[in-house]
Structure formats: structure tokens, C-alpha cells
T-cell receptor, first 112, second 115 residues
Framework: GENVEQHPSTLSVQEGDSAVIKCTYS??????FPWYKQELGKGPQLIID?????GEKKDQRIAVTLNKTAKHFSLHITETQPEDSAVYFCAALETGANNLFFGTGTRLTVIP | DVKVTQSSRYLVKRTGEKVFLECVQD?????MFWYRQDPGLGLRLIYF???????EKGDIPEGYSVSREKKERFSLILESASTNQTSMYLC??????????????FGQGTRLTVV
């Protein structure tokens, strides 16, 4: 089955700096890669996703890049704000399958 | 707005008790999932269901069972609760795993403590 590894497990940045979280996956058949944000006391919520036919996707201050050859994808947050503080999870899915495989999570702290 | 509702936010149960965690979704999703969240281990899949009365084991099914009698409801059952089942439990739902929208929607979680 799929194995998703995520690094780092914790990340602290100054407000206004950038944050980068990296994930690798093992199954070359995976072709959908979402990122979820979990705020304190809440369930994870999708913030951005990318499919294997695209190398990069951007949504305001958030971007995701995908390297299918190397089997890794990354989340980039620019101009970080205190409200970006949360736990972030990457995941991978094969089209036609039903269940996501999640990374172990990154706790991001943005210091004002 | 998709809503996934878990019946309890916090639950305290005794060792050996049979525990039911309930989850309801209102978007007619085919897939429903139960995850367990522990620090440093991320989200681990316990069971999932892709249709009424259908279930598939996830990565850590031991000590758990599930029930899906209606499309909107997915129950997680701890047959005989043990202290190592103390954890945060998350329910999720999604459309079928086709080319379309595969976003998973999560409930707010149930923090279960077994004493």
C-alpha cells in the first residue's frame, strides 16, 4: 500500500516569513495530493490539492508543487500570519480508490 | 455546506465497556471513514465504507468494528474498550474515488478517554 512521509514534524517561523512542508509518497499510481489544515479543536479541512497532470498550483499565499519523478510534493505558505498556526497534513490517493493515505502531520507555529 | 457530525466531543469510558461512536453526514456521500489521531502518528485509518452495509478494514482495525445500516450514518464500535484506545477519533466522508471531487470532509472529532 501507499506510504506517505512528512517533514518536519514541527516548524516555527516569524510572522511574514515563508513556511515549507515536504512530503514523499511510495506508490507511483497515486495521482491526487491534497493538503489539510487542522486548527485547534477542529477536524482537518482541505486547503489546497494538486493532481498529477499539474506541477504547481497556487491559491493566494498558499502553493503546492509536485515532482512525480521524485515522488514528492510540498506546501509553501508565504507571508505567514498567526492564523496560519495549525497542524498540516499531506495525503495521497490513487484515482478510483476511496481512501486517502495521510502523512504524520506538521505543527506550524507562526510567532507574531 | 457539507456537514459531518460526530455525536460526542468528549467521552470517558471504563475498561471493558462497549463503546459506540456515531457519525452522520448530510451530503449523500458514498464513502465514510473512521480515523484515529495520535501525536506523532498522524491520521490512521481504522475502517471505511463505500456503500451501505459494506465495510473495509483500514490500517488498524484490531479491537474495532463498524456498522453502516444507512447511507448517512457510520458507527464505530469498540467491542471492549482498553486504555490503549484512548485517542482522538475522526469521522470523514467523501464522494466516490473517481475523477471528480475527492475531497474528504471531517467531523470535529471525539476525544475518547478509557480509564
Amino acid at each position: 500500500g501507499e506510504n506517505v512521509e512528512q517533514h518536519p514534524s514541527t516548524l516555527s517561523v516569524q510572522e511574514g516569513d515563508s513556511a515549507v512542508i515536504k512530503c514523499t509518497y511510495s506508490d507511483s499510481a497515486s495521482n491526487y495530493f491534497p493538503w489539510y489544515k487542522q486548527e485547534l479543536g477542529k477536524g482537518p479541512q482541505l486547503i489546497i490539492d494538486i493532481r498529477s497532470n499539474v506541477g504547481e498550483k497556487k491559491d493566494q499565499r498558499i502553493a503546492v508543487t509536485l515532482n512525480k519523478t521524485a515522488k514528492h510534493f510540498s506546501l509553501h505558505i508565504t507571508e505567514t500570519q498567526p492564523e496560519d498556526s495549525a497542524v498540516y497534513f499531506c495525503a495521497a490517493l490513487e484515482t478510483g480508490a476511496n481512501n486517502l493515505f495521510f502523512g504524520t502531520g506538521t505543527r506550524l507555529t507562526v510567532i507574531p | 455546506d457539507v456537514k459531518v457530525t460526530q455525536s460526542s466531543r468528549y467521552l470517558v469510558k471504563r475498561t471493558g465497556e462497549k463503546v459506540f461512536l456515531e457519525c452522520v453526514q448530510d451530503m449523500d456521500h458514498e464513502n465514510m471513514f473512521w480515523y484515529r489521531q495520535d501525536p506523532g502518528l498522524g491520521l490512521r485509518l481504522i475502517y471505511f465504507s463505500y456503500d451501505v452495509k459494506m465495510k473495509e478494514k483500514g490500517d488498524i482495525p484490531e479491537g474495532y468494528s463498524v456498522s453502516r445500516e444507512k447511507k448517512e450514518r457510520f458507527s464505530l464500535i469498540l467491542e471492549s474498550a482498553s486504555t490503549n484506545q484512548t485517542s482522538m477519533y475522526l469521522c470523514a466522508s467523501s464522494l466516490w474515488g473517481g475523477e471528480g471531487n475527492t475531497e474528504a470532509f471531517f467531523g470535529q472529532g471525539t476525544r475518547l478517554t478509557v480509564v
